[in-house]
């Protein structure tokens, strides 16, 4: 979803610049000042984790059924139920129990952009000084640079701050039983019960899903806006960057879906004590899955995760752009 999202973002900003090529990264404020590197990081981390708190409901309820087959029986899951399920939260948990997790979310979105952001900017540096200055200039070279300079920068981040996302996805998944008592107690747990490495567990699937749900956004959300400009020019931007990044998003996340599902249930692999499900690496979880719930079982949880996209973009979307008219005002003083 981090791609996803960031995609949108950058994309929505193109547009709101009057959709110059090259798509340039730094942004620019509607005053015509633009804005520093600090700016840009605490505007897109603000504007992610408010968005993430905001559709946190929808992200447990998405990570409860990603891994319910783990230990299951997978007979009982065939009518799965959201209703149902978040009734059960609230019965069993409490309201506030939506938001287990978030906290690590939150604290995980900073770094995440930091690194993005920094590393995107050196990839970039770097490809350009690659490709030429002869052929830097070119459309097809500046978007080449600008897809692997992305993945990269996208890999990278996920990479350092893949602890954290792990500590998230155990924490929201743990229901009535708390085996983990909140973000310290979970690293320091993880570290006694299954090594430093355990910390890292998944992160194959993670950085595998990286690469095609950049391409897959940046390549739908720009054949979505192009043909929408091409036939309705007088449409409002904001309108057209929202539609347009929701449906990349949700196009990303039906093709991305069974890797993060996979992700997750490896990120879960020996929590709480629990015997260890998948042994055969990444490939030897899908055949399990498969084998047990069958192709749908890839699926699982899908819902919730459309249901969140199309607000969670519109969030950022929206609150960047203010975020970054309000930064832009106070930087012109």
Known sequence: MEARVGMVVEGGQRTLDGGGGGGAKFLVAQNGHQLGTLHQLLAGGVAGAFSKTCTAPLARLTILFQVQGMHSDVAALRNPS????????INEEGFRAFWKGNMVTIAHRLPYTAVNFYTYERYKNLLHSLVGENVSGKSSANLLVHFVGGGLAGITAASASYPLDLVRTRLAAQRSSMYYRGISHAFTTI??????????????????????????????????????????????????????????GIASSTATFPLDLVRRRMQLEGAGGRARVYNNGLLGAFGRIIQTEGVRGLYRGILPEYYKVVPGVGIVFMTYETLKMLLSNIQSY
Do not use: H, M, N
């Open 82 to 89: 959201i209703w149902r399920e978040a009734s059960r939260i």
């Open 191 to 248: 570290v006694r019960d299954e090594g430093f490495l355990g910390l890292y567990k998944g992160l194959g699937a993670t950085l595998l899903g990286v690469g095609p749900s950049i391409a897959i956004s940046f390549s739908v959300y720009e054949w979505l806006r192009s043909v929408w400009q091409s036939q309705r020019p007088g449409d409002s931007t904001a309108v057209v960057g929202l539609a347009c990044g929701s449906l990349s």
